[in-house]
């Protein structure tokens, strides 16, 4: 189920004209874990978005949890808010082995503060737990008690579900990458509500009966 609370922000097409912002950031860095963000940023691609890999050092090559090399397109420092739709964090086994990632937890930060959206999934809720920004926000995670042992204050604002948007903030516990996805299309505004319920239908349930309703839309130019 949704867990889905706020709608703060923006990031669509602005009522001024503004053009619609289009390029996402997706953090890397050692031991990222591959399938975590797959459904996220391969629809994105295909849905007109620019995905963008950011690490704390544009060139060192990182190594995923599957061994994959991944070349970062930008540092970290040089990563501003005001050019990025959203900010994207994945699980890694270095949240929860040292605070060699606590800096993006802080670009985290800085992307709320602008109003910007952040989506978490996995370690990474730690990660902004540890930085405070799970204290006044609902939010979930792998489980209350991972979260708990951060120390953070937000444990009344845990939600027991598979992924939480509260409004400029999404996260979700590691075995939600489908519904992870799902928030982030709903909140980036990819996908019009019947067809994004479609799309979690197919891909988290199996539902045959989802993929007419998709091919429909794809012929419209919707999907």
Known sequence: MSGTTGTSGTNGPDADGTAKRTTVHLAVYDTYADWETGHTTAHLTQRGFDVRTVALDA?????????????????????????????ILTG????????????????????????????????????????????DREHTSA??????????AGGERYVETDAVTDGDLITAGPTEPVAF???????????????????????????????????????????
């Open 92 to 135: 890694a086994s270095l949240w929860d082995t040292g605070d060699s990632l606590a800096p993006f937890a802080a670009k985290a930060r800085e992307f709320l503060a602008a109003g910007v959206p952040v989506a978490a999934i996995c370690g990474a809720t730690a990660g902004l737990a540890r930085e405070g920004l799970l204290d």
């Open 143 to 152: 489980a209350p008690f991972y979260l708990a042992a951060t120390g953070y």
């Open 59 to 87: 060139d060192r090559p990182v190594t995923t949890m599957a061994g994959i090399r991944i070349q970062p397109d930008t540092a970290l420092a040089d990563l501003d808010p005001s050019g990025s739709a959203l900010l």
């Open 181 to 223: 996805a799902r928030e982030v299309f709903a909140r980036l505004g990819v996908y019009g509500p019947e067809v994004l319920d479609a799309w979690y239908r197919l891909f988290h349930d199996s539902d045959a009966s989802a993929f007419p309703v998709l091919q429909a839309a794809a012929e419209r130019g919707d999907a």
